[in-house]
């Protein structure tokens, strides 16, 4: 399981190198939301704003960096990944790929954010645990979501509705826990980063056991 989990990871890393259409598509689409929003507010965004912001920005770059996991592939392609390995390991290998796009993504946004938006994260480290944290959150709830519709006619709309149950509680939560990071301030929220990090557990081990059911359709 294992080697098809690294198998499969290899390839996506190797394919995205290639072609790196979404990589660099998602961080021209970043930079030009932060600039729009560096040049709107001409310096006078606050913190709270700022980090408030931020957080929509990777909603909508997780959104459509995790689409094209299922949405983009064709039929063939899938056909062959349905007799090449386990359903399973074709999930975790998405997982991760996702977690590592988001991360990757969401660092250099925090970067240009900062940088343009003129706000000095009092704890740099700890706010790039929480993306850390936060990319595999939206990693888990967004890519069995997109698997399930990418079965469906109106994949967008069902995308949409779907995920956003799940992804307004972890967007708060990300808001809330990153303002101390942001701002300095001695509340950790410990107990809102332990329910997000469990919740990204669960939902990692939830779209793991129910994504065969999914595939087998």
Same mark, same amino acid.
């Given at each position: 399981m294992w080697h098809e989990i690294t198998t499969l990871?290899?390839? &996506?890393?190797?394919? &995205?190198?290639?072609q790196k259409y979404a990589f660099n598509g998602l961080l021209l689409y970043v930079l030009s939301m932060v600039v729009v929003i560096a040049l709107a507010? =001409?310096?006078?965004?606050?913190p709270l704003s700022w980090n408030i912001l931020y957080w929509?920005?990777?909603?909508?770059? =997780?959104?459509n960096a995790v689409a094209k996991s299922f949405m983009s592939e064709k039929i063939g392609h899938l056909r062959y990944l349905y007799a090449l390995a386990s359903p399973s390991s074709i999930m975790i290998a998405k997982l991760i790929y996702n977690w590592i796009l988001l991360f990757l993504i969401s660092g250099l946004t925090l970067f240009f954010h900062a940088f343009l938006g003129g706000i000095d994260i009092a704890k740099p480290a700890v706010m790039l645990a929480l993306i850390l944290l936060g990319s595999g959150s939206l990693s888990a709830n967004l890519t069995l979501v997109t698997a399930i519709s990418a079965q469906a006619e109106n994949r967008t709309t069902l995308l949409a509705v779907l995920s956003f149950p799940?992804?307004?509680?972890?967007?708060?939560?990300?808001?809330?826990?990153?303002?101390? =990071?942001i701002e300095g301030l001695a509340s950790t929220n410990n107990d809102r980063l332990w329910m997000l990090m469990g919740m990204t557990v669960v939902l990692a081990v939830l779209s793991t056991i129910l994504f065969p059911f999914v595939w087998r359709e």
């Open positions: 990871l290899y390839k &996506e890393l190797l394919l &995205e190198w290639k507010m =001409a310096g006078s965004l606050n929509i920005i990777i909603l909508f770059v =997780a959104i799940l992804v307004i509680p972890i967007l708060l939560m990300l808001i809330r826990i990153s303002r101390s =990071a």
